[in-house]
């Protein structure tokens, strides 16, 4: 099993300011098959990055993803307040599919 | 507009079995792969279960193999989830999903199961 590790648990930024979320995997992720959510308070999870660094349809080009070797990166340049919410990593490179722990990302 | 909607969670005791539904609208389901994924309230994101096009493929968490099938019906687009010998730690809000492949780009709204006595 792919154990993915977020860090931190939580980040705490102004409006504005540049946020970087890790991603751990603890083993390789097959062809980067690595996706990054976002979910926002009592609301479905929303695919914002597929295969580590694509956008999915929609997403502001102020989300982008980077990989390097078992470390993932999502980085958002400016906050906007929609922007503070969890985020989520999850692997579908191999069975199980598994997810990171979570950052959320919260106003300063 | 695509969207999702699964229904069918509630309050069960411990043992007891539920079947979640979920129905797509403005979408094929039959085109993509589906998926179950849950979340126990406050915690973070699982996967439980996905599903091929034709349904002639499957796999599960271990923690619920054995207890749980996905299954889906085409024609009526709709995908489901029957939960057997349902325990405490099932507890959660379930998500239906689409996708191309294992990865699921569309969720659907979550429906709350509560597994106690």
């Known amino acids: 099993e792919i154990v993915l590790t977020q860090s931190p648990g939580t980040l705490s930024l102004f409006p504005g300011e540049r946020a970087t979320l890790s991603c751990r995997a603890s083993q390789s992720v097959g062809r980067n098959f690595l996706a990054w959510f976002q979910q926002r308070p009592g609301q479905t999870p929303r695919l914002l990055i597929y295969d580590a660094s694509s956008r999915a349809t929609g997403i502001p080009d102020r989300f982008s993803g980077v990989v390097s070797g078992t470390d993932f990166t999502l980085t958002i340049s400016r906050l906007e307040p929609e922007d503070f919410a969890v985020y989520y990593c999850?692997?579908?490179?191999?069975?199980?599919?598994?997810f990171g722990g979570g950052t959320k990302v919260e106003i300063k | 507009e695509v969207q999702l909607v699964g229904s069918g969670g509630g309050l069960v005791q411990p043992g007891e079995s539920l079947r979640l539904s979920c129905v797509a609208s403005g979408v094929t389901l039959s085109n993509y792969w589906v998926a179950w994924f849950r979340q126990a309230p406050g915690k973070g994101l699982e996967w439980v279960a996905n599903m091929n096009k034709d349904g002639s493929q499957m796999d599960y968490v271990g923690s619920v193999k054995g207890r749980f099938t996905i299954s889906r019906d085409n024609a009526e687009n709709s995908l489901y989830l029957q939960m057997n010998s349902l325990r405490a730690e099932d507890t959660a809000v379930y998500y239906c999903?689409?996708?191309?492949?294992?990865?699921?780009?569309?969720w659907g709204h979550g429906t709350l199961v509560t597994v106690s006595s």
């Open positions: 999850q692997q579908y490179a191999s069975y199980p599919l598994t």
């Open positions: 999903a689409r996708g191309s492949g294992w990865l699921c780009e569309v």
